[in-house]
């Protein structure tokens, strides 16, 4: 085959994975974060009032989640190495839908936990495993630009999910159903119904693609396999040796990094709402509803620019790891400075900074981790990854609950926000050197640079 030849095949097997596949793994994924952040529009709407929650209450309720969630992480990712991504992530939809709709008929402070902590264990590896999913069918030099339109589900989650989440709280008496139980019946049902249909439309990996012809087929299987070549060659955690993927310092560094990021993505989501319906009392404003939902979704649109303008640079640089530090260091100063606003707009406007620094480095990170791992590793690593970062998905809302009855204002979880996106910012500094020194041979197989 000519060069340009190649280059066709190249062109045209990506587009067609970026068509096929992406969009569908991005529906997954909304469903997904909606499902779970589902609490944060309920509780300021009647699920406090109705069950006679406290901030700290709301905020273990948020944050118990992901207990299940983080202990069954690792041995769901492997499992979807074991089995393949189509059953496996076929299963955990159908199953956290089936939980989340239980959440219709929750009675009791108890009773919300313990469903709460159940949708963690029924979701456990969904996100990880639909990473390592798209990991496995894209060559690292388009790996930050199809985790980027992946990660657009989830700014666009809150855009959307926000009004339609109003919508159906507003649903109230519908069956004889609080609005916001009417709400947690309405976003689960499309879990269970997306779940079914990736059964029969994901497909394990690009030697199976009867979508793709079998030049596409080839170039693809060989591309991989090439890249797992290097990787082995330069000494990376491999599939024979998970473990070393869960010893090591670099792993543990990501994990971090990322911790800090979801500290600030997850005290923005579950707390959020609760803060624009403080507007009335700090600023003496009223909103409806659907106006409060509006408001809130106001911050998520620009994010989405930002993460997709972002990462598009970084595909266009090679991803460096200050596309994840200056990011995470403008979040760190902004947070703080929502609170301190003297008006409902100027703190948007601020909280919309936050987002946009959140968004612009989450999937540029998420490219970093694919490069220096493989195989069964690379399961294990982005399962740790994502578990110790998800320690904060429970953290956040719990400190930032029961600091905020403890102190009577949002102002210094805020605070503790912007301490935890400050490391983030350092963390990734540090790792400069580092992975220039790792990484020089790994530009050339990739097309991407470490630093």
Not at 10 to 16: D, G, H, L
Not at 161 to 190: D, S, Y
Not at 209 to 228: F, G, H, I, N, V
Not at 368 to 382: D, E, H, N, T, V
Request: hydrophobic content about 55%; proline content about 4%; overall charge positive.
């Amino acid at each position: 085959m000519n060069v340009s030849g190649a280059e066709a095949v190249e062109r045209s097997a990506i587009r067609k994975v970026s068509w096929r596949l992406v969009p569908f793994v991005a529906l997954m994924f909304f469903i997904n974060f909606l499902d779970r952040t589902a609490i944060s529009f309920a509780g300021p709407n009647g699920l406090s009032k109705d069950l006679g929650l406290t901030a700290a209450q709301f905020g273990l309720a948020a944050g118990v989640f992901f207990i299940g969630y983080i202990f069954l992480e690792i041995p769901s990712n492997l499992a979807l190495h074991k089995f393949g991504a189509r059953r496996w992530l076929a299963r955990i939809m159908v199953t956290w839908g089936i939980v989340a709709l239980l959440f219709t008929w929750v009675g009791s402070v108890g009773g919300l936990y313990t469903l709460r902590f159940l949708l963690g264990v029924a979701e456990a590896g969904f996100f990880p495993g639909a990473i390592l999913f798209l990991s496995m069918w894209v060559p690292a030099k388009y790996r930050s630009h199809i985790l980027a339109l992946f990660y657009l589900a989830q700014p666009l989650t809150i855009v959307v999910g926000a009004p339609v989440a109003a919508l159906l709280i507003e649903a109230h008496g519908l069956f004889g159903l609080a609005g916001w139980r009417i709400m947690f019946f309405g976003v689960a049902i499309p879990a269970i119904l997306v779940g079914v249909v990736a059964w029969f439309y994901l497909t394990d990996r690009p030697s199976q693609a009867k979508w793709l012809t079998a030049a596409e087929r080839a170039w693809l299987s060989a591309r991989l396999e090439e890249e797992d070549r290097a990787k082995a060659a330069l000494g990376v955690s491999h599939s024979v040796n998970p473990g070393a993927a869960l010893m090591s310092a670099r792993v543990w560094t990501f994990a971090l990094i990322y911790f800090g990021l979801v500290y600030g993505l997850y005290a923005l989501a579950f707390f959020l709402p609760t803060i624009i319906g403080g507007f009335e009392t700090r600023f003496g404003t009223h909103f409806n509803l659907l106006q409060k939902g509006l408001i809130t979704a106001i911050p998520y649109l620009p994010a989405a620019l930002a993460l997709f303008l972002w990462s598009r640079d970084a595909t266009r640089r090679g991803v460096r790891s200050w596309h994840i530090a200056v990011p995470s260091l403008i979040g760190a100063v902004s947070v703080p400075l929502a609170l301190q606003m003297n008006s409902p707009a100027a703190s948007i406007a601020v909280v919309t900074v936050t987002a946009c620094a959140i968004f612009a480095a989450l999937p540029t990170f998420w490219a970093l981790p694919g490069r220096s791992l493989s195989g069964a590793a690379a399961a294990a690593g982005i399962a740790l990854i994502n578990t110790v970062g998800n320690l904060a998905g429970f953290v956040a809302p719990y400190i930032t609950g029961i600091t905020k009855d403890m102190t009577g204002s949002y102002q210094v979880p805020m605070l503790i926000v912007g301490a935890m996106m400050f490391m983030s910012a350092v963390l990734a500094f540090a790792i400069r050197r580092g992975a220039a020194e790792r990484s020089s041979g790994t530009v050339a197989a990739s097309g991407l640079s470490a630093h």
